[in-house]
């Protein structure tokens, strides 16, 4: 019989990925993820990997939407699915979200994609900003000093 | 049908030099045509590539992506000891040109970037000195507007101040690389911009929108917005765009340039301007193409202006090494440009030993994938710590040099490879000297020492390992004092034809470890000032 966690609860609500409210915790896995397509699992990835909180879930979707239209995705889509299950075995049912990923537990292949993904998330000048709470690129500041600012704790 | 149109000025490419010369003749009433094989840029293409790097993703997002780059930008094919260099992704075709989408760097060369040759032996001199030039590049900096401080103990004299204040240094320049750079010795200062720090002549000061290529306030100077509207109302210019000129014709003596045969992009069709001066303004690899292009039967056979064997020669760029720091703390808020830089490589650098360079640190420049080098320090004994990952990013700050270059390089036609138009490209071969590579040793020695100044916690290796980005190619169709030595003379007319001029970086006969694009301006307005016999 199923244990219905809150996890899994929420994974089967939505259908994509939960977002679970722990300090500094962006995503959670489940062990049916057998069942995504291919794009699905790249959404689930980039979930994953990416520095989004639960109360910004549609920033993280409007992001994979887009990610997913681009030509990045040719080179992650295809072991997606593959890697979204080999990362479902390193977590129980009682984990509720991840902050480390154990990559010994992955293939060298899963492992290669798992960090180039994670390293062009991260370059994306909208991610970086999105960390240290800085407005979008191209949203006017209207004050020329607001870069001496003492930068407040992220 | 053949279109003809006659002129006095005959200006080939509208980018910032072609510009700005139409510019100042244009008070001279005179008629003046200006030519560029590239489309005009408007303020709603602007709106719109900012929502498309949005929509798509794309940082990168430019004004030429909407145009084919084998019509538009004819691809040349370019190589650095086997990796290619990709000189179409930074030059831009268009009225404006390349100064549409630049950073607004305004650096000055020093005086001693003028005399290589004769004091450290490499390159070739300028066949004018810095004393010659410097009141030329003050007018430059008043012409676009930029703004800096009189606060580098590293340049050379100047005889006025800038037009206007310097932006304010940033959280990290003045809490974290300054007072690195002065625990080993070295002085951090202003970085001069034609990006305005208080409004200037009807432009808005930087709104801190950080998307300086676009730049919605109109704070960084773009010729469309400044010198382009300006022209436009001028009744004896026009600047025709998405014309392409395909050859300059000689006459039967060889002496005199006598028509532009251009066609139109669109469809073909032909068009000669006649013209008493022609001036060949389109860059640092089209003009030297141009040239090679227009060869013909008599004493030019090899070119325009190469009865020495000079064109092509001494091709030169930038090499831009850089390196990513962990700094341990959170680095603050940018402007989307760098506040402080470093000369001290320009001046402290035993130049016969290893080039100069000058220093860029920045928060995480948009232009430098952090992202690379964050996961990567954030694996430990084969665990990603994603959190680590989350909480090291606002601490990323990059540390890139632009360094001078020996200019090995040269440029030819690539017979092998030809554009839409069924001309001949341009072939590259980049040089690097094992005395270019000693800024990136320097770099590498330099890294470490920094970092512990700065209290980092990681330094990344220098990246890339040692090729030119393509930004500022220049040198293939050098000032000299005779024809021997290079392809046109101190007024910047080509040798052996008494009505051809040409402005752009490739007339450098060595370009420094600064930016060329106010050197670019003020020869423009020498040239100006030569044809109106003021200089």
Same mark, same amino acid.
């Given at each position: 019989?199923?244990?219905?966690?809150?996890?899994?609860?929420?994974?089967?609500?939505?259908?994509?990925?939960?977002?679970?409210?722990?300090?500094?915790?962006?995503?959670?896995?489940?062990?049916?993820?057998?069942?995504?397509?291919?794009?699905?699992?790249?959404?689930?990835? %980039?979930?994953? %990997?990416?520095?989004?909180?639960?109360?910004?879930?549609?920033?993280?979707?409007?992001?994979?939407?887009?990610?997913?239209?681009?030509?990045?995705?040719?080179?992650?889509?295809?072991?997606?699915?593959?890697?979204?299950?080999?990362?479902?075995?390193?977590?129980?049912?009682?984990?509720?979200?991840?902050?480390?990923?154990?990559?010994?537990?992955?293939?060298?292949?899963?492992?290669?994609?798992?960090?180039?993904?994670?390293?062009?998330?991260?370059?994306?000048?909208?991610?970086?900003?999105?960390?240290?709470?800085?407005?979008?690129?191209?949203?006017?500041?209207?004050?020329?000093?607001?870069?001496?600012? %003492?930068?407040?704790?992220? | 049908?053949?279109?003809?149109?006659?002129?006095?000025?005959?200006?080939?490419?509208?980018?910032?030099?072609?510009?700005?010369?139409?510019?100042?003749?244009?008070?001279?009433?005179?008629?003046?045509?200006?030519?560029?094989?590239?489309?005009?840029?408007?303020?709603?293409?602007?709106? =719109?590539?900012?929502?498309?790097?949005?929509?798509?993703?794309?940082?990168?997002?430019?004004?030429?992506?909407?145009?084919?780059?084998?019509?538009?930008?004819?691809?040349?094919?370019?190589?650095?000891?086997?990796?290619?260099?990709?000189?179409?992704?930074?030059?831009?075709?268009?009225?404006?040109?390349?100064?549409?989408?630049?950073?607004?760097?305004?650096?000055?060369?020093?005086?001693?970037?003028?005399?290589?040759?004769?004091?450290?032996?490499?390159?070739?001199?300028?066949?004018?000195?810095?004393?010659?030039?410097?009141?030329?590049?003050?007018?430059?900096?008043?012409?676009?507007?930029?703004?800096?401080?009189?606060?580098?103990?590293?340049?050379?004299?100047?005889?006025?101040?800038?037009?206007?204040?310097?932006?304010?240094?940033?959280?990290?320049?003045?809490?974290?690389?300054?007072?690195?750079?002065?625990?080993?010795?070295?002085?951090?200062?202003?970085?001069?911009?034609?990006?305005?720090?208080?409004?200037?002549?009807?432009?808005?000061?930087?709104?801190?929108?950080?998307?300086?290529?676009?730049?919605?306030?109109?704070?960084?100077?773009?010729?469309?917005?400044? #010198?382009?509207?300006?022209?436009?109302?001028?009744?004896?210019?026009?600047?025709?765009?998405?014309?392409?000129?395909?050859?300059?014709?000689?006459?039967?003596? !060889?002496?005199?340039?006598?028509?532009? #045969?251009?066609?139109?992009?669109?469809?073909?069709?032909?068009?000669?301007?006649?013209?008493?001066?022609?001036?060949?303004?389109?860059?640092?690899?089209?003009?030297?193409?141009?040239?090679?292009?227009?060869?013909?039967? !008599?004493?030019?056979?090899?070119?325009?202006?190469?009865?020495?064997?000079? /064109?092509?020669?001494?091709?030169?760029? #930038?090499?831009?090494?850089?390196?990513?720091?962990?700094?341990?703390?959170?680095?603050?808020?940018?402007? !989307?440009?760098?506040?402080?830089?470093?000369? #001290?490589?320009?001046?402290?650098?035993?130049?016969?030993?290893?080039?100069?360079?000058?220093?860029?640190?920045?928060?995480?420049?948009?232009?430098?994938?952090?992202?690379?080098?964050?996961?990567?320090?954030?694996?430990?004994?084969?665990?990603?710590?994603?959190?680590?990952?989350?909480?090291?990013?606002?601490?990323?700050?990059?540390?890139?040099?632009?360094?001078?270059?020996?200019?090995?390089?040269?440029?030819?036609?690539?017979?092998?490879?030809?554009?839409?138009?069924?001309?001949?490209?341009?072939?590259?071969?980049?040089?690097?000297?094992?005395?270019?590579?000693?800024?990136?040793?320097?770099?590498?020695?330099?890294?470490? =020492?920094?970092?512990?100044?700065?209290?980092?916690?990681?330094?990344?290796?220098?990246?890339?390992?040692?090729?030119? /980005?393509?930004?500022?190619?220049?040198?293939?169709?050098?000032?000299?004092?005779?024809?021997?030595?290079?392809?046109?003379?101190?007024?910047?007319?080509?040798?052996?034809?008494?009505?051809?001029?040409?402005?752009?970086?490739?007339?450098?006969?060595?370009? !420094?470890?600064?930016?060329?694009?106010?050197?670019?301006?003020?020869?423009? /307005?020498?040239?100006?000032?030569?044809?109106?016999?003021?200089?």
């Amino acid at each position: 019989m199923e244990n219905i966690t809150r996890r899994r609860f929420i994974d089967q609500s939505t259908k994509l990925l939960a977002f679970i409210p722990l300090v500094n915790v962006i995503a959670c896995i489940s062990d049916n993820d057998s069942v995504l397509s291919p794009e699905d699992s790249l959404k689930k990835l %980039i979930f994953i %990997i990416g520095p989004w909180t639960i109360e910004d879930k549609p920033i993280a979707e409007d992001f994979a939407k887009r990610f997913l239209k681009t030509a990045h995705i040719d080179q992650y889509l295809p072991n997606s699915e593959k890697l979204v299950q080999g990362l479902a075995k390193q977590f129980s049912n009682e984990t509720l979200a991840i902050k480390d990923i154990d990559l010994k537990k992955l293939s060298e292949s899963e492992q290669k994609l798992l960090i180039d993904l994670s390293q062009q998330i991260h370059s994306f000048l909208e991610v970086r900003f999105y960390i240290s709470n800085e407005p979008l690129s191209g949203e006017c500041q209207g004050d020329p000093k607001w870069h001496t600012q %003492i930068p407040k704790k992220i | 049908m053949n279109q003809e149109i006659k002129t006095d000025y005959c200006i080939v490419g509208g980018g910032i030099a072609g510009i700005i010369l139409a510019s100042k003749l244009a008070a001279s009433g005179k008629k003046i045509v200006i030519l560029d094989q590239g489309p005009r840029f408007t303020e709603q293409d602007r709106a =719109e590539m900012l929502v498309k790097s949005r929509e798509q993703l794309n940082d990168y997002a430019d004004y030429n992506d909407n145009v084919d780059p084998e019509i538009i930008t004819p691809l040349s094919s370019a190589s650095a000891e086997g990796q290619i260099v990709e000189w179409t992704n930074y030059r831009l075709f268009g009225i404006g040109g390349t100064a549409l989408h630049f950073e607004g760097i305004m650096m000055r060369p020093v005086e001693n970037d003028m005399k290589v040759k004769t004091l450290y032996g490499y390159g070739r001199d300028w066949p004018i000195t810095y004393s010659e030039l410097e009141p030329w590049l003050l007018k430059a900096e008043n012409e676009v507007g930029v703004s800096g401080n009189d606060d580098n103990p590293y340049a050379s004299f100047r005889s006025g101040t800038y037009p206007m204040q310097g932006h304010q240094f940033s959280y990290f320049d003045s809490e974290i690389f300054g007072p690195a750079l002065k625990k080993l010795g070295i002085t951090g200062h202003s970085c001069p911009r034609s990006i305005n720090s208080v409004p200037y002549k009807g432009r808005s000061g930087c709104q801190a929108c950080r998307a300086c290529k676009f730049c919605p306030s109109g704070a960084r100077y773009s010729p469309d917005r400044v #010198h382009v509207p300006f022209l436009d109302k001028q009744a004896n210019v026009s600047i025709l765009e998405n014309l392409s000129v395909r050859k300059l014709e000689t006459n039967s003596k !060889g002496d005199k340039i006598i028509a532009a #045969h251009a066609v139109h992009i669109k469809d073909r069709s032909p068009v000669t301007i006649l013209a008493q001066n022609f001036i060949v303004a389109m860059g640092g690899v089209e003009t030297p193409r141009m040239l090679l292009l227009s060869a013909d039967n !008599g004493i030019h056979k090899e070119g325009l202006g190469n009865m020495g064997g000079q /064109l092509g020669v001494g091709f030169n760029d #930038h090499d831009t090494p850089y390196i990513t720091f962990d700094v341990g703390q959170p680095v603050g808020s940018r402007l !989307g440009f760098e506040t402080m830089v470093s000369e #001290h490589f320009r001046k402290h650098s035993n130049r016969a030993e290893q080039p100069t360079f000058t220093m860029f640190a920045s928060p995480a420049m948009d232009w430098f994938p952090v992202g690379n080098e964050a996961t990567t320090w954030s694996i430990q004994e084969n665990i990603l710590s994603l959190k680590n990952l989350t909480d090291r990013i606002p601490n990323m700050a990059t540390l890139s040099i632009m360094t001078e270059t020996e200019g090995k390089g040269f440029l030819e036609l690539d017979k092998s490879k030809l554009d839409h138009f069924g001309s001949p490209v341009a072939k590259v071969t980049m040089k690097l000297t094992d005395w270019d590579r000693r800024a990136q040793t320097k770099l590498s020695e330099l890294a470490p =020492e920094l970092a512990e100044a700065m209290l980092a916690k990681k330094v990344s290796e220098v990246t890339p390992p040692g090729y030119g /980005l393509g930004y500022h190619p220049s040198g293939a169709t050098a000032m000299a004092n005779n024809p021997e030595e290079g392809v046109c003379d101190e007024n910047l007319k080509v040798y052996g034809l008494n009505n051809l001029y040409l402005v752009s970086n490739s007339v450098f006969p060595h370009m !420094g470890s600064n930016p060329p694009t106010l050197t670019i301006i003020a020869l423009a /307005l020498r040239l100006a000032a030569h044809f109106e016999g003021k200089k």
